[in-house]
C-alpha cells in the first residue's frame, strides 16, 4: 500500500493505452459530479432521495468521458454530453 491506503499496482506504463476527448483532443480530465433523482416512493422515505455518480469530464471542453459513465446510463447513439449543460429530468 501506499502513504494514501490505496494499493499500488505494478503496470508498465508505456503498455497503457492513452485517453483523448473525442471532441477536442484534449489530454486532461477532471471528476465531476452527476446528480440523479430517486423517487420517495423507490427508497420508501417522505422525500426523494440525490444519488451522485462520479465521472470524468475533459477539462478544456467539459465532455464527459462515456467509459466512466454507468452502464445504464451510457449515451447509446447521441452525441456526447458536456459535463457543464447536463440537467436533471423533471
Known sequence: MNG???QQMNIDLTKTEEIICSDC???????VILLRRVSRFIVQTTQDAL???TVMACK??????????P??????????KKASNIQLAN
Open 71 to 80: 452502464i445504464q446510463l451510457r449515451d447509446k447513439k447521441e452525441e456526447p
Open 4 to 6: 494514501n491506503g490505496q
Open 60 to 69: 478544456n471542453c467539459k465532455t464527459i468521458l462515456q467509459e466512466t459513465m
Open 51 to 53: 444519488v451522485p455518480i
Open 25 to 31: 483532443q484534449g489530454k486532461t480530465f477532471e471528476e
